[in-house]
């Protein structure tokens, strides 16, 4: 969603309707911009995917079903943001 001006190390992202800030210091050679698709873990950008990739992502995610409902209630329950 964006790069934090005074942490540019860090993106606010939105993960399942959550927004989250991650650390996207391993991904300093791509040209990040808001609106890409990054695969996350733990707190961390690991790559930057495209839409298809990010799709194929969450359907598998979806199609394990309640375990990914647990995940994201998880998540949600956290709310861990910067800003």
Do not use: T
């Amino acid at each position: 969603m964006e790069i934090l001006s005074d942490r540019p190390d860090l993106a606010m992202v939105d993960v399942s309707g959550v927004r989250r800030a991650i650390n996207i210091g391993l991904l300093e050679e791509d040209s990040l911009e808001p609106g890409d698709w990054i695969l996350i873990h733990v707190g961390f950008a690991l790559s930057k995917i495209d839409e298809a990739e990010a799709k194929a992502a969450l359907d598998f995610l979806e199609s394990i079903g309640q375990a990914y409902e647990d995940e994201i209630a998880a998540l949600r329950e956290s709310m861990i943001e910067q800003g």
